[in-house]
Structures are given as structure tokens and as C-alpha cells.
């Protein structure tokens, strides 16, 4: 005998650009508290560069983050905001599916984390374990998701499918069985002035201090020394620019390795903070969005012509941009310390 179908009632798809903000958004919107995706995001103190391990530089495409470690960004939302999340993990198979069916019985949007390979509906066929996506129905052996914009949306799942990707732990940042969820009724617990000051404060030290060479403004200083030897180093060098270009762009990034994202909240931050030196510090988060475009849109034009001297200038002014981002950061660090 089938089980009964589950549905969320009054539920409003609000795919956007990020995995971990949009499904976050979806649930707290569901619970009662519309917010942004970029509101969201910057509560959950997302951005950051992260260099993710490598096992064939030559022929693996890299994963050069623009955002905090997976889940990082609902943990810091949830202590940030005040706003209570309930986050289950389990080995089971049958014991996640029960906690996932009781999420839609309690009529919440139920945030998933799993493999983006066994998605049908991605083109990359490779194990990425770092996804979100939210789940609001299920009926029969189908789930009703709904994922970023760029991947459609909201749309229909084979609830096999579902499953294996939550089980899977091929990829990195791998969480078998992840579900959070938000119980209604959702509610800053703490005035949104003070949620910000944190998130903000807390994303400036995380990339001002990172713990090593890998993270923050420090990672970057890795990537830049790297750059102008990717042509020698990459087995095809024009495949693998136009793919970094494409992650930095269209990976639920937002555009800019998520730094247009940042500068929209930092934007819709000035509704709500008092500083006279923030509007400056906004202005110039644009600027350095701006600059990171400008990289990717070098990177394809060094791809497309096929010319690895063209990588020096580029990093050059890439450099120039890294600059900016650094003195972004401990402006935001200072006034935030005020």
C-alpha cells in the first residue's frame, strides 16, 4: 500500500541563486519570516575563498570557493539571527526518510543536503556532496523539490534519486542524511541591527584571520601566486580557464564568486545601520564585484584566444581587485568594532 501523499500547503517556491541561502530563505519564508536571499546570505556570514583539495591539479577542475564550508551558513544564520533551526543527521536510510516525511507532516519546508550526481537534471556529472535543496512533497516514489534558478527551479525528483544523493558520501563536505528544518513560527530573536553588526564583524574576521593558506585573503594570495602558471600547469588550459570562469559565474554563485551577493546585503544593510562610513564601504564592494566580473570575463577571452601570456596581465589586475577586497574587509572589521 502506498503512503499517503505529503504537501506543504500555501508553500511559495522562491528559487534563488545560492543552494544553502535559497533553501534556508524557502524554509524561514514558510515559517513566517520573508527575508532576501542576499539578507540571508550575509546573516549567515557567507562570504569567504576557501581552496578545496585537489588530488590532479593537471587535469581536475578546481574548486576556488567564493563561500564558506557547506552548513556553515545556516550555523551562523541560526546563532546570528537567534532564529531557532533543528538540524538531523543520521547512517539509517529509513530512519532519514522518516524524519524527512515527519518534516512535511509538521508542514516545513525540508532542507536537504546531498550529491549532486545523482541529480538528473545537472549537466556536471561528477560527486558534489556540498548541494542544499528543499524538499516540499512527496507522493508515491516522487519528491517535489525545489532548487536554484539555474537548475530549474522547482520541479520533480524520482524519490530513488533523492535518497541516493542524501546517502552518498563521494564528494567533499559530504553529510549523509542532512535535514534542517525550521519550525514555525520563525522570528528574529535578536534586533536586526545586532544580527547584522555580528554577521558582519564575524565574515570580516573569518577572512582577515584565516587559519591558513588556503582561506580568506591569505587564499587568495595562494591563488594569485598559482595563476600565471596555469597554462604549464593545466593538461588543456583553455577547457579548464573557461571552467573556472563558468564556476565563479554560474556555480549558484550569484555572478562574481558570490561578491555580488555580499555587496547586495552589505547594500540593503544601510536601511538598517546607522554608520557614516558604511555607504563608501558598500560602494566599494560593488567595485570589487565588479573587478572579480572583469577576471572571469579575462579568463575566457585568454581561453578563447588560446594565449597563456595574456595570464600575467591579467592576474596583475586581478591583484589590484584582491587589494580592494583586503581593505573591504578591515574597513567592515572597523566599523563594526565602533
Known amino acids: 500500500m502506498n503512503a499517503p501523499a505529503l504537501q506543504l500547503q500555501h508553500f511559495t517556491p522562491l528559487p534563488g541563486v545560492h543552494c544553502e541561502s535559497s533553501t534556508l530563505r524557502m524554509m524561514l519564508a514558510h515559517a513566517g519570516l520573508p527575508l532576501?536571499?542576499?539578507?540571508?546570505?550575509?546573516?549567515?556570514?557567507?562570504?569567504?575563498?576557501?581552496?578545496?583539495?585537489?588530488?590532479?591539479?593537471?587535469?581536475?577542475?578546481?574548486?576556488?570557493?567564493?563561500?564558506?564550508?557547506?552548513?556553515?551558513?545556516?550555523?551562523h544564520f541560526a546563532r546570528h539571527s537567534g532564529v531557532a533551526l533543528q538540524q538531523t543527521q543520521t547512517d539509517d536510510p529509513a530512519d532519514a526518510q522518516a524524519q524527512l516525511e515527519q518534516a512535511l507532516q509538521l508542514q516545513r519546508v525540508a532542507g536537504v543536503k546531498l550529491d549532486i550526481y545523482h541529480l538528473p537534471y545537472f549537466s556536471a556529472q561528477r560527486h558534489f556532496c556540498a548541494h542544499f535543496l528543499a524538499v516540499v512533497g512527496l507522493q508515491g516514489e516522487v519528491a517535489q523539490v525545489v532548487d536554484t534558478a539555474s537548475q530549474g527551479g522547482a520541479q520533480t525528483l524520482a524519490l530513488p534519486a533523492l535518497q541516493a544523493a542524501r546517502a552518498s558520501m563521494k564528494g567533499l563536505q559530504a553529510s549523509r542524511h542532512l535535514?534542517?528544518?525550521?519550525?514555525?513560527?520563525?522570528?528574529?530573536?535578536?534586533?536586526?541591527?545586532?544580527?547584522?553588526?555580528?554577521?558582519?564583524?564575524?565574515?570580516?574576521?573569518?577572512?582577515?584571520?584565516?587559519?591558513?593558506?588556503?582561506?580568506?585573503?591569505?587564499?587568495?594570495?595562494?591563488?594569485?601566486?598559482?595563476?600565471?602558471?596555469?597554462?604549464?600547469?593545466?593538461?588543456?588550459?583553455?577547457?579548464?580557464?573557461?571552467?573556472?570562469?563558468?564556476?565563479?559565474?554560474?556555480?549558484?554563485?550569484?555572478?562574481?564568486?558570490?561578491?555580488?551577493?555580499?555587496?547586495?546585503?552589505?547594500?540593503?544593510?544601510?536601511?538598517?545601520?546607522?554608520?557614516?562610513?558604511?555607504?563608501?564601504?558598500?560602494?566599494?564592494?560593488?567595485?570589487?564585484?565588479?573587478?572579480?566580473?572583469?577576471?572571469?570575463?579575462?579568463?575566457?577571452?585568454?581561453?578563447?584566444?588560446?594565449?597563456?601570456?595574456?595570464?600575467?596581465?591579467?592576474?596583475?589586475?586581478?591583484?589590484?581587485?584582491?587589494?580592494?577586497?583586503?581593505?573591504?574587509?578591515?574597513?567592515?572589521?572597523?566599523?563594526?568594532?565602533?
Not at 540571508?40 to 562570504?47: N, P, R
Not at 528574529?188 to 553588526?197: G, H, I, V, Y
Not at 547586495?264 to 564601504?281: K, N
Open 179 to 338: 535535514l534542517v528544518q525550521v519550525p514555525a513560527p520563525a522570528q528574529l530573536d535578536k534586533p536586526l541591527p545586532q544580527a547584522l553588526r555580528a554577521a558582519i564583524a564575524g565574515c570580516a574576521e573569518n577572512y582577515l584571520q584565516p587559519p591558513d593558506s588556503t582561506r580568506g585573503w591569505r587564499g587568495l594570495q595562494t591563488l594569485l601566486a598559482r595563476m600565471p602558471h596555469w597554462w604549464r600547469l593545466f593538461a588543456d588550459p583553455p577547457q579548464m580557464l573557461m571552467g573556472i570562469a563558468n564556476f565563479w559565474e554560474f556555480a549558484g554563485t550569484g555572478g562574481a564568486n558570490f561578491r555580488l551577493l555580499y555587496a547586495q546585503f552589505l547594500q540593503q544593510c544601510l536601511a538598517h545601520l546607522d554608520s557614516p562610513a558604511l555607504p563608501s564601504l558598500v560602494a566599494r564592494a560593488h567595485l570589487v564585484a565588479q573587478g572579480w566580473s572583469e577576471c572571469i570575463a579575462g579568463l575566457r577571452s585568454v581561453a578563447q584566444q588560446g594565449d597563456g601570456a595574456q595570464l600575467e596581465p591579467l592576474v596583475q589586475h586581478f591583484a589590484l581587485t584582491v587589494a580592494q577586497e583586503h581593505q573591504l574587509m578591515q574597513g567592515l572589521a572597523r566599523i563594526m568594532a565602533e
Open 36 to 75: 532576501s536571499e542576499a539578507m540571508v546570505f550575509g546573516l549567515g556570514q557567507g562570504l569567504d575563498f576557501v581552496i578545496w583539495p585537489c588530488d590532479d591539479p593537471a587535469h581536475q577542475l578546481p574548486i576556488l570557493s567564493g563561500r564558506i564550508d557547506s552548513c556553515g551558513l545556516i550555523e
